[in-house]
């Protein structure tokens, strides 16, 4: 299929799932609870909010006893992290393992699984990698004889090597070494594959309307994936199917996947496309009515992955641009910054279609990305990792966001990474 012809069956005419006039706790439905921020709730009124909600889970970056404390008697499960600089002393020695598992395993409350590090095959820290898997196998050894918590890790988008079309996805060759005795830990265990996936970033590097439709979840005329036949009406499926073919490809289909992050900023500085409060409520509203329909995605339907949205509060401590600090969907007050129906009170409705905001600037320049003969997009930069200490930018036309994925790096660096498969669709747009 040439270039133009890719584009041109893009987006197809379906909407966003139709919710129902209201919901009661959903195990599928997460949130991110971010603590880089002086203005936080205290945790009873945190945990008050969360039980007056739909939200079934709630992901954790460190332990916090206060909150999950708070928590104790609900229905909301705990996906609990532990930090990237944990993970060497969790890989020294069982018994390290064991004391961590014992001073921060909360026994309150359920925990779904916990994961070893966020995003750290792409932390720019080269040391890492080659001990994810001996701290997880020691803490799955610490975990009490017969628990229900599973042992897994957050990666961001930026360990596929291909994305594009979804049935290419394809796993980094040269992050191998660590990610797939990794996977196979994963598969032998019966843990789930959690990854970051971020469609806004993908409308930051091409700000044209259909392509906004496209990651809100709107109404658009659809993508075909000519390979598989498949036809996307939403960048969050294709994100997801493109894990799922990586998965496929290396003979984990049975490894389930967990979105540990996705989310919209409702604000940001002058040059932030697409971060507005109109945006922000009709992607996250959008995506939980999504959700809530269980259709699935076109490669794997009738199944809702289990999606953690990031965030419950906005993190004021945080650097970069606007954006960074404009993710919350409640403020300090406990009140909503916008509705995406997730009350449990009977009544309330998660939004539809919400027209899309003006377009803010202009697509960026393709920036060299080169395409296949077939139209389709080829990766031409070299796997993320470390030269001299310094995080390698992701060079791939392919290259489905990572953006704020990492939640805690460098925000101009996510940005270069987060551009993603936008950055075909600019290139082939030109051509």
């Given at each position: 299929?040439?270039?133009?012809?890719?584009?041109?069956?893009?987006?197809?005419?379906?909407?966003?799932?139709?919710?129902?006039?209201?919901?009661?706790?959903?195990?599928?439905?997460?949130?991110?609870y971010?603590?880089i921020?002086?203005?936080?709730?205290?945790?009873?009124?945190?945990?008050?909010?969360?039980?007056?909600?739909?939200?079934?889970?709630?992901?954790?970056?460190?332990?916090?006893?206060?909150?999950?404390?708070?928590?104790?008697?609900?229905?909301?499960?705990?996906?609990?992290?532990?930090?990237?600089?944990d993970?060497?002393?969790?890989?020294?020695?069982?018994a390290?393992?064991?004391?961590?598992?014992?001073?921060?395993?909360?026994?309150?409350?359920?925990?779904?699984?916990?994961?070893?590090?966020?995003?750290?095959?792409?932390?720019?820290d080269?040391?890492?990698?080659?001990?994810?898997?001996?701290?997880?196998?020691?803490?799955?050894?610490?975990?009490?004889?017969?628990?229900?918590?599973?042992?897994?890790?957050?990666?961001?988008?930026?360990?596929?090597?291909?994305?594009?079309?979804?049935?290419?996805?394809?796993?980094?060759?040269d992050?191998?070494?660590?990610?797939?005795?990794?996977?196979?830990?994963?598969?032998?265990?019966?843990?789930?594959?959690?990854?970051?996936?971020?469609?806004?970033?993908?409308?930051?590097?091409?700000?044209?309307?259909?392509?906004?439709?496209?990651?809100?979840?709107?109404?658009?005329?659809?993508?075909?994936?000519?390979?598989?036949?498949?036809?996307?009406?939403?960048?969050?499926?294709?994100?997801?199917?493109?894990?799922?073919?990586?998965?496929?490809?290396?003979?984990?289909?049975?490894?389930?996947?967990?979105?540990?992050?996705?989310?919209?900023?409702?604000?940001g500085?002058?040059?932030?496309?697409?971060?507005?409060?109109?945006?922000?409520?009709?992607?996250?509203?959008?995506?939980?009515?999504?959700?809530?329909?269980?259709?699935?995605t076109?490669?794997?339907?009738?199944?809702?992955?289990?999606?953690?949205?990031?965030?419950?509060?906005?993190?004021?401590?945080?650097?970069?641009?606007?954006?960074?600090?404009s993710?919350?969907?409640?403020?300090?007050?406990?009140?909503?910054?916008?509705?995406?129906?997730?009350?449990?009170?009977?009544?309330?409705?998660?939004?539809?279609?919400?027209?899309?905001?003006?377009?803010?600037?202009?697509?960026?320049?393709?920036?060299?990305?080169?395409?296949?003969?077939?139209?389709?997009?080829?990766?031409?930069g070299?796997?993320?990792?470390?030269?001299?200490?310094?995080?390698?930018?992701?060079?791939?036309?392919c290259?489905?966001?990572?953006?704020?994925?990492?939640?805690?790096?460098?925000?101009?660096?996510?940005?270069?990474?987060?551009?993603?498969?936008?950055?075909?669709?600019?290139?082939?747009?030109?051509?």
């Amino acid at each position: 299929m040439g270039a133009r012809r890719w584009l041109d069956v893009l987006l197809s005419p379906l909407g966003p799932a139709k919710p129902s006039s209201s919901y009661t706790w959903q195990s599928f439905i997460g949130v991110n609870y971010g603590t880089i921020a002086d203005t936080l709730p205290p945790p009873a009124s945190t945990a008050s909010l969360l039980k007056s909600t739909s939200i079934g889970k709630v992901r954790l970056y460190e332990p916090q006893p206060s909150l999950v404390a708070a928590l104790a008697g609900s229905n909301i499960s705990v996906l609990l992290g532990v930090p990237n600089s944990d993970v060497p002393n969790l890989a020294s020695s069982p018994a390290a393992a064991a004391a961590w598992a014992a001073a921060n395993i909360p026994t309150t409350v359920p925990v779904s699984a916990i994961s070893v590090g966020n995003e750290l095959l792409n932390s720019g820290d080269p040391t890492l990698g080659p001990q994810l898997l001996p701290a997880m196998q020691n803490l799955l050894a610490a975990l009490p004889a017969g628990s229900a918590t599973k042992i897994s890790t957050v990666h961001s988008m930026a360990v596929l090597s291909s994305s594009d079309p979804p049935s290419s996805g394809a796993f980094h060759g040269d992050l191998a070494g660590s990610l797939d005795p990794v996977l196979d830990f994963l598969h032998q265990n019966g843990a789930p594959f959690m990854i970051n996936p971020y469609p806004y970033f993908a409308y930051t590097s091409d700000t044209r309307p259909e392509t906004l439709a496209f990651c809100l979840f709107q109404p658009n005329p659809g993508r075909v994936d000519a390979v598989s036949g498949l036809t996307y009406t939403n960048m969050f499926d294709a994100q997801l199917d493109a894990i799922r073919a990586a998965l496929d490809a290396k003979g984990y289909s049975g490894v389930d996947i967990v979105i540990a992050e996705t989310g919209w900023p409702y604000k940001g500085d002058a040059d932030e496309a697409g971060a507005t409060v109109d945006n922000a409520k009709a992607y996250n509203g959008n995506l939980v009515a999504h959700l809530r329909s269980q259709v699935g995605t076109p490669r794997t339907p009738g199944k809702s992955v289990d999606t953690y949205i990031f965030a419950l509060y906005d993190e004021d401590l945080k650097g970069g641009p606007e954006s960074e600090r404009s993710f919350g969907l409640y403020r300090s007050d406990l009140t909503a910054n916008y509705d995406i129906g997730l009350a449990a009170a009977p009544g309330t409705v998660a939004p539809t279609t919400v027209t899309p905001a003006p377009v803010q600037n202009t697509p960026p320049p393709s920036r060299g990305l080169t395409p296949s003969p077939s139209g389709f997009c080829v990766t031409t930069g070299s796997v993320p990792g470390t030269t001299q200490g310094q995080q390698v930018t992701q060079a791939s036309s392919c290259y489905l966001p990572a953006g704020a994925g990492s939640r805690r790096a460098d925000a101009a660096v996510r940005r270069l990474v987060g551009h993603g498969l936008s950055l075909c669709l600019v290139m082939l747009a030109r051509r």
